[in-house]
């Protein structure tokens, strides 16, 4: 593979967290064809000494079921395993229409076959409601009575599967803290939780405050990163006290890389993500 960077080396540390790389770090090479999902693995290990991979719907080959074997050999060749599946365009959780809202669930239950398929613990889900934005609290009310139906739907199918279902803050009304963690509380389900993310919020949102109250129902974390300077501090996020944050709440999973930066190529971003979680892990 032309253009990649040498062979990186996993980092031994404390064994606190485990590090994770979030397919969409490199979905431009994806996509431009300097390497394939299929390379995914191999890549994660070889570029960058990372273990979890977070694979992504939308970037994976089909037909899913039968790449499924080719991608378990390519994760047992390299050490690698696979952490979680994200998925997006499954239909729209919260809709207003129960059929729709049902059929989205049913949906998802295919991810959840393949997660376990290939030893992942979760799939990442959105909660959207399809039409405008909840705003008022009535309709903040009404959007998570139905977001609990379809919801439950898809956790009892993958409770029989042992999967997880998790919720990003994804946009709209998911980067509410507030919203998604009244839903979590409502519902109680144990394979039931959220996927905080470090920079998926608007301006308004004071993004700290934001990820701890969404630690407390944490399964994951997304390690999202834009920028590194020369001292490898990320220049947008303080990540250091983010961290600190996942920390406090004592979270002890895999923590995902999601680089999003425009000004280091995606191989660069991910080789000073990784650097910087070296030193936490």
Same mark, same amino acid.
Request: hydrophobic share 35%; with cysteine.
């Given at each position: 593979?032309?253009?990649?960077?040498?062979?990186?080396?996993?980092?031994?540390?404390?064994?606190?967290?485990?590090?994770?790389?979030?397919?969409?770090?490199?979905?431009?090479?994806?996509?431009?064809?300097?390497?394939?999902?299929?390379?995914?693995?191999?890549?994660?290990?070889?570029?960058?000494?990372?273990?979890?991979?977070?694979? +992504?719907?939308? =970037? !994976? &080959?089909?037909?899913?079921?039968? %790449?499924?074997?080719?991608?378990?050999?390519?994760? /047992?060749?390299?050490?690698?395993?696979?952490?979680?599946?994200?998925?997006?365009?499954?239909?729209?959780?919260?809709?207003?229409?129960?059929?729709?809202?049902?059929?989205?669930?049913?949906?998802?239950?295919?991810?959840?076959?393949?997660?376990?398929?290939?030893?992942?613990?979760?799939?990442?889900?959105?909660?959207?409601?399809?039409?405008?934005?909840?705003?008022?609290?009535?309709?903040?009310?009404?959007?998570?009575?139905?977001?609990?139906?379809?919801?439950?739907?898809?956790?009892?199918?993958?409770?029989?599967?042992?999967?997880?279902?998790?919720?990003?803050?994804?946009?709209?009304?998911?980067?509410?803290?507030?919203? +998604?963690?009244? =839903? !979590? &509380?409502?519902?109680?389900?144990? %394979?039931?939780?959220?996927?905080?993310?470090?920079? /998926?919020?608007?301006?308004?949102?004071?993004?700290?405050?934001?990820?701890?109250?969404?630690?407390?129902?944490?399964?994951?974390?997304?390690?999202?990163?834009?920028?590194?300077?020369?001292?490898?501090?990320?220049?947008?996020?303080?990540?250091?006290?983010?961290?600190?944050?996942?920390?406090?709440?004592?979270?002890?999973?895999?923590?995902?890389?999601?680089?999003?930066?425009?000004?280091?190529?995606?191989?660069?971003?991910?080789?000073?993500?990784?650097?910087?979680?070296?030193?936490?892990?």
């Amino acid at each position: 593979m032309a253009g990649l960077p040498e062979r990186a080396q996993a980092q031994k540390g404390s064994g606190r967290y485990k590090v994770s790389l979030a397919q969409w770090s490199l979905h431009k090479a994806i996509r431009s064809h300097l390497m394939t999902n299929m390379q995914f693995p191999r890549v994660a290990r070889e570029q960058f000494g990372i273990e979890g991979l977070e694979f +992504v719907n939308a =970037l !994976m &080959e089909t037909p899913i079921e039968s %790449n499924i074997r080719a991608w378990k050999k390519q994760m /047992n060749d390299s050490g690698t395993k696979c952490v979680l599946i994200m998925c997006d365009g499954e239909g729209y959780m919260g809709a207003v229409s129960k059929p729709e809202r049902m059929k989205a669930a049913e949906n998802h239950f295919k991810w959840v076959d393949v997660t376990a398929a290939l030893g992942g613990h979760a799939i990442r889900t959105n909660m959207y409601p399809g039409q405008k934005q909840p705003a008022t609290p009535a309709e903040i009310d009404e959007f998570l009575k139905r977001c609990s139906e379809s919801f439950a739907k898809l956790c009892e199918y993958a409770k029989g599967r042992n999967i997880n279902v998790i919720i990003e803050n994804h946009g709209g009304v998911s980067s509410n803290p507030d919203v +998604v963690v009244k =839903l !979590m &509380e409502m519902m109680k389900l144990p %394979n039931f939780g959220t996927l905080p993310d470090f920079g /998926n919020f608007p301006k308004e949102v004071d993004k700290y405050d934001a990820v701890k109250k969404l630690m407390k129902h944490a399964k994951g974390v997304s390690f999202k990163c834009f920028d590194f300077d020369a001292s490898g501090k990320e220049t947008t996020i303080d990540c250091d006290r983010m961290m600190s944050i996942v920390g406090e709440a004592g979270y002890k999973g895999y923590v995902g890389i999601e680089y999003e930066g425009t000004r280091m190529t995606e191989f660069e971003g991910i080789q000073a993500a990784k650097r910087f979680l070296d030193r936490y892990v």
